[in-house]
């Protein structure tokens, strides 16, 4: 997989990568990231991304990656210690 470019975008993270003949776009936000895979032609796929890249086109992206955030915090915090339960070292 060769990274062939990086799209600009204020809130993610947008990079372009070639892998086989195919592009891989993806996007990160924080810790998490959607990867998007096309087997169309690459240049078009690119054009298509370039005329999309505005700070409103990538909002539903950026909504799911806020979700996964929020997702993986829930495990962040860690379970609550039952007082019943002896602590395992």
Do not use: C
């Not at 990568?17 to 690119?46: A, C, H, R, T, W």
């Not at 005329?51 to 979700?67: A, P, R």
């Amino acid at each position: 997989m060769r990274v062939i470019g990086q799209l600009e975008h204020p809130r993610i993270k947008i990079t372009l990568f070639d892998q086989n003949d195919k592009l891989s776009v993806k996007f990160e936000k924080g810790q998490s990231e959607i990867i998007l895979k096309f087997k169309e032609d690459k240049s078009e796929v690119m054009d298509a991304l370039h005329q999309e890249n505005d700070y409103t086109q990538f909002s539903m992206i950026e909504k799911q990656l806020d979700g996964l955030l929020m997702f993986r915090q829930k495990f962040e915090t860690g379970p609550t210690m039952d007082p019943e339960l002896p602590e395992i070292i």
